[in-house]
């Protein structure tokens, strides 16, 4: 008999991670993350953070599962991203879920994304990846979140622990210059639109360039109160 998918086991409960100090390698956070979550997944939505994570786990060994979601709104520039990191990374497994989808596929009425950002983030980004993380049941995610991206993320440390998995956060303290700069160390193949302003890239007709001396998420759903599609803060955040 197959067995079902396995349940999440407390593994929070049984691994204490490491008291990082604040100026720890981001390597080593990854290091440490693969050898104690052998099963860890990788979500990604490809932008500067993402790709530079892509980057320290290929060092660190992963050869794990990279999942996006393409909500069906995605601009050009991030599919076209996708398809060079996968090159790239060809040690890794990139999974695509709503592979396909676009405005009108029937997911949801046409402009919900004007009307109810929420609910069209949680039923075309936030609903797919529950699903497959419901299937997969790794029991921790690695995430390309740093602090200095909003408000949202200020104290987020480099581990989380409890709940229903962990979620390691290696670029929790890399500010933005040094995310840039290791891209260009490293020759990254980063987001066209980066680089014109779209400090965080989304869904296209949710986002738009950071102005000066706005925070680097300030682009998602402008002047709406939101900053946030739901995966990480929220009643169904991972």
Not at 90 to 110: C, I, K, S, W
Not at 127 to 141: E, G, I, T, V
Not at 177 to 182: C, F, I, M, N, V
Not at 219 to 230: F, I
Request: glycine share 8%; net charge neutral.
């Amino acid at each position: 008999m197959t067995p079902g998918p396995r349940a999440p086991q407390g593994v929070a409960d049984d691994i204490a991670a490491p008291a990082f100090p604040p100026d720890t390698d981001p390597l080593e956070v990854t290091t440490w993350a693969l050898a104690a979550y052998p099963d860890l997944l990788m979500p990604s939505a490809f932008n500067l953070n993402g790709v530079v994570l892509l980057d320290l786990a290929a060092r660190a060994g992963y050869r794990g599962e990279v999942v996006f979601v393409d909500t069906g709104y995605h601009f050009p520039e991030t599919l076209a991203t996708r398809e060079r990191l996968a090159a790239r990374y060809g040690q890794m497994t990139f999974v695509t879920l709503n592979a396909g989808a676009h405005p009108e596929d029937g997911q949801t009425p046409p402009g919900l994304y004007a009307t109810d950002p929420d609910a069209c983030c949680a039923a075309r980004k936030v609903a797919p990846l529950q699903s497959y993380l419901r299937d997969k049941a790794p029991s921790a995610l690695l995430n390309a979140r740093s602090r200095d991206q909003a408000a949202t993320r200020s104290d987020i440390p480099f581990v989380e622990l409890g709940g229903t998995r962990v979620r390691v956060n290696p670029l929790a303290r890399w500010t933005r210059e040094r995310l840039e700069a290791y891209a260009r160390e490293r020759d990254l193949p980063v987001n066209p639109l980066y680089w014109d302003g779209f400090l965080s890239i989304g869904c296209w007709p949710c986002t738009r360039a950071v102005r000066p001396g706005e925070d680097v998420r300030a682009g998602r759903w402008a002047g709406r109160g939101k900053t946030e599609c739901g995966l990480w803060v929220g009643e169904h955040r991972l």
